[in-house]
Structures are given as structure tokens and as C-alpha cells.
Nanobody, 124 residues
Framework: QVQLVESGGGLVQAGGSLRLSCAAS????????MGWYRQVPGKQRELVAH???????NYADSVKGRFTIARDNAKNAVFLQMNSLKPEDTAVYYC??????????????????WGQGTQVTVSS
């Protein structure tokens, strides 16, 4: 079994900062890409930031210049540094991974492995 465990969410005032962490554990063979998505009630889950194994990143326009994604490949972890937070950043943030894992003596690829989510609330 593979698990993605997020941490670091919470309540912060507008203009403040938070750092989200996500660690993948279990029978992992490799991780091709990791990312962060967010979702508010009644809306679709949206991409926040994404990073591939080579280090290339992409960001939603709404967070460019404020959020930074980084990976620690040795620890199968991904981080999201969120600065200059705005009330509209309030959402549940989910860690996502495109990974290959071991099961039954062979490897299997899962393109969308999700964490359980962590709440980020930005007050005005």
C-alpha cells in the first residue's frame, strides 16, 4: 500500500504564509511527478502547482509569484510554500502523485494518487 500524508494546513491571516508538506510512503518504486490541488465546496478540484522528477514546475496563474513547489526526491516528499496568502486561497489542499509501486511481485503505475487533504483557511 502507498500513502500520501499531508501536513501544514491551518488558519492564517491574509498576507501570511503557510508551508504544506506531503510525504509518500509504502511500496514505492518511483515517483514521476507530484503536485498540489485545491478544492472549495461546490467547485471542481483545481491544479495549484506541479513538479516532475526532473524539477520542472508549473503553477496556476492565480498563485504565480506567491507559491513555490519543491521536492525532496530522496524522501519522496513535496512541499508547497505559500506566501502572501489571500482569502480566495481558502480551500482543502490535496497532494497528488504520479507514481509506480510494487504489488504482487510486479510494478504498477498510478497516475493520480491522492492524499486525504489538509484545510487552509485565510482570514481577511
Amino acid at each position: 500500500q502507498v500513502q500520501l500524508v499531508e501536513s501544514g494546513g491551518g488558519l492564517v491571516q491574509a498576507g501570511g504564509s503557510l508551508r504544506l508538506s506531503c510525504a509518500a510512503s509504502g511500496s514505492i518504486f518511483s515517483i514521476n511527478a507530484m503536485g498540489w490541488y485545491r478544492q472549495v465546496p461546490g467547485k471542481q478540484r483545481e491544479l495549484v502547482a506541479h513538479i516532475i522528477s526532473g524539477g520542472s514546475t508549473n503553477y496556476a496563474d492565480s498563485v504565480k509569484g506567491r507559491f513555490t513547489i519543491a521536492r525532496d526526491n530522496a524522501k519522496n516528499a513535496v512541499f508547497l510554500q505559500m506566501n502572501s496568502l489571500k482569502p480566495e486561497d481558502t480551500a482543502v489542499y490535496y497532494c497528488n502523485a504520479d507514481l509506480t509501486y510494487y504489488r504482487g511481485g510486479s510494478t504498477h503505475r498510478e497516475y493520480d494518487y491522492w492524499g486525504q487533504g489538509t484545510q487552509v483557511t485565510v482570514s481577511s
